[in-house]
């Protein structure tokens, strides 16, 4: 059966190795971190202006002074930091975050990714995508393997407003994990329970490599 | 030191004119001059270029003067959350350059700087790449950027003295440091102002050079967008 | 929160190799990382790149490495008060890049913050621009200088905890910060080790993600150059 | 009779304004601060990290970590900010400081500076002041109007290596108080007390404009 994106966001945290430093998107990213098992030590940047994230206040928390990229209000958390933006993306552009994970509306065979215009429709900017995706090592992508009208989001080439080039490492979608190859192409690595490789060659536009047996997730 | 201090919001804004470009503090509608934008509304001037990383709310911040028609240029990094900016972008009442939020935050500490350009990989191979010179460094593409600057630059902060220190408070510090450093002249408005000496120069965000003028603001309503909690 | 705390300056850089390009805080002898510079000493590693604004002085600071012949370059933007220093550059055994402070101070934050190259206005028409890019911006002229990084940033703090966020002090601040931010390996050493949770989120000077280790150091001189004081 | 280092200073504190933001270089300018008068307010810049530079420290407030660029144990005032020296070169090459106060080995008619270079010396580095005289738009010399040996210090060219090109806007020597034209041309403004016109002449190498009568200081 295809994956909830509680179920996306299970899958991904097992991902998240110890000691990392992890930029989480809007929707789908921000859900990982309630997955991240209690033995793994990672902090969470929020590109507004703070590492170490804590969790979402009580009532009484509530500060209007401290909210996330996602303009949630949320807490500090022990060893916690605050700076300002241009601090925030250097921190990004330079290197320094392990991790990013976030949504796409579609992903190249070769790791490009658009995320942030619809042609014809209102365009309300990218945000902090184009700096996260151009400057991480490493990114996961989470999103539904299929749009709503039932279009493959895994593309030999974008047909959308491209947001980064051949940037994306790895791609969780609703069926199935996927390595974008150095070289190009879609690995298949895991299947969601229940579903088939034939139900993902299909929903796969891009050339999707499926070696040997693929093992179901285990979430 | 020297005295920076202004009585209220209307005195530290009456000589921006028609036309001005400012820069506005602020991530969503958190750590914005609410004073300050309170005043521009009453006074009305018209023509504005604003650089502010987002566009307000429909009935509030930056909202509040797209609503008077106001602004005529926005420059930011993402502009949801309001309708009538979007009649107005959709009616070419409104002009609009979105820039990738970390290019906007580096251009704007450029040109507070003094760095006429620099480089760097944000929208290399996208449309934010049209006509700007790339260039390859250690086998990575970069974008060259320009430095921003401001006639005006509007900040606020949590506490300040008079001769124009300031702190901020959590995420609300975000653009306000840089937009400081960036404007010719820089407002900045404080839940508290006090006098020289009262703050540790060592935890100083903004230090005094950068601001020319300084109140204390009242009524600060510091709405939320996203109101989320601990399940109970 | 991640546990950075090794047990001391000889475990911090016991991986350091023959070599290495090394960055060291510190303005004069204000603020520099005296464990670790004790610890490279004992440790005799040679061929190194230092990246420091001053060169220490004869018997203190990098002068102690200088005298052990373990540095091959010096790569600094004043290099006064150090005999030893000048007979190993004029017998040819030491190498120097002079740079100015400002455009070193921009280069090494630059190199962190991800940006390979920018424009500034020092050094245009001086020997400084020999090979360099010039561009005119708005009637002035600028050089294209690189970013700076290194294999290991060596600084000093005043307060930091184990999970690597730093508390500076008065004008130790310097070139600590921004080396922090440069170095793929950053070393700290604090005056008082907390844990995480005791230093207030809104007054750290850098953000632990910058460090990579961090251990508190003992018997700090600080040493004065230039102990001026009020005439009585 | 010509001045002596302190009347240099104390003439060139007759420059400066109410309010502003001043940098002061090691020697002669870091005595003008003891000549700026009680009723004007003005921030020193220490271009190692500090805006508010106090006055030098009783015996029990010295502060190995409180120090200025010319590494003198210094204290705080009230209004001080601490910061690290990317920031403070931003603040320079900002166009922040309003004021920059500075030595010179040798000026040229149409405003370079040299000062930091002597072929076939030891060269010790430029420290901060190529940042300052490339950034600053407001930029007055401090020096003894001719050299040891007795060259004239006011050239047409600088023979030594220059630190930067038009930027000097004005030289206090200890002979004459003199402003670089835009245009370029030395020109006599004010002559050190009981110091002819002749001598500053004869001192002078450059082109020296003398109009009118040339009034002493008032020191």
């Given at each position: 059966m295809a994956l909830d994106k509680y179920g996306i966001a299970k899958r991904i945290a097992q991902e998240i190795e110890d000691g990392s430093y992890i930029n989480l998107g809007i929707g789908i990213p921000t859900l990982v971190a309630n997955f991240i098992p209690d033995h793994i030590s990672v902090v969470l940047q929020s590109e507004n202006g703070m590492l170490g994230i804590g969790p979402f206040p009580e009532e009484d928390q509530v500060d209007a002074d401290l909210i996330n990229a996602g303009k949630q209000t949320i807490t500090t958390s022990k060893g916690s930091s605050l700076f300002h933006s241009a601090e925030s993306f250097a921190m990004i552009r330079g290197g320094h975050v392990d991790l990013t994970i976030l949504g796409a509306m579609e992903v190249s065979e070769n790791g490009d990714i658009a995320n942030w215009k619809i042609p014809g429709k209102m365009v309300k900017g990218m945000g902090g995508a184009m700096d996260l995706v151009a400057s991480a090592d490493n990114i996961i992508v989470a999103m539904q393997?299929?749009?709503?009208?039932?279009?493959?989001?895994?593309?030999?080439?974008?047909?959308?407003?491209?947001?980064?080039?051949?940037?994306?490492t790895k791609i969780v979608t609703d069926l199935a994990v996927i390595k974008v190859l150095p070289e190009g192409g879609f690995e298949l690595v895991e299947r969601a329970p229940g579903v088939s490789e034939e139900e993902i060659i299909k929903a796969t536009a891009g050339r999707l490599i499926v070696k040997g047996n693929i093992p179901e997730m285990k979430i | 030191m020297i005295n920076k201090e202004v009585k209220n919001a209307e005195e530290a804004i009456q000589?921006?004119?028609?036309?001005a470009t400012l820069m506005f503090g602020g991530f969503g509608l958190c750590g914005i001059p609410e004073n300050a934008i309170s005043a521009l509304v009453k006074k009305g001037i018209t023509g504005l270029t604003c650089i502010s990383n987002n566009a307000g709310v429909d009935d509030f911040g930056i909202g509040l003067m797209l609503k008077k028609h106001q602004v005529k240029k926005m420059i930011s990094s993402y502009v949801g959350e309001n309708a009538e900016f979007e009649r107005q972008l959709l009616s070419g009442e409104l002009a609009v350059d979105l820039i990738p939020q970390g290019t906007l935050a580096e251009r704007i500490r450029a040109g507070g700087a003094g760095i006429p350009a620099f480089f760097t990989p944000?929208?290399?191979?996208?449309?934010?790449?049209?006509?700007k010179e790339v260039r390859e460094f250690n086998g990575k593409h970069y974008l060259l950027e320009t430095g921003l600057t401001a006639d005006y630059a509007l900040v606020k902060a949590w506490r300040g003295d008079t001769s124009g220190n300031l702190i901020f408070k959590g995420t609300a510090r975000n653009f306000n440091p840089i937009m400081a450093a960036a404007g010719k002249i820089t407002i900045a408005e404080v839940e508290e102002l006090v006098a020289?000496?009262?703050?540790d120069p060592n935890m100083?965000?903004?230090?005094?050079?950068?601001?020319q003028r300084i109140f204390q603001g009242n009524n600060?309503?510091?709405?939320?967008e996203q109101r989320t909690t601990q399940l109970a």
């Open positions: 393997h299929k749009s709503r009208s039932g279009d493959s989001k895994l593309l030999k080439e974008c047909s959308l407003p491209i947001t980064g080039l051949r940037c994306v | 000589d921006i004119p028609n036309g944000a929208g290399y191979g996208t449309e934010v790449a049209d006509g020289p000496g009262e703050l100083i965000h903004t230090p005094g050079i950068y601001v600060y309503e510091k709405r939320i």
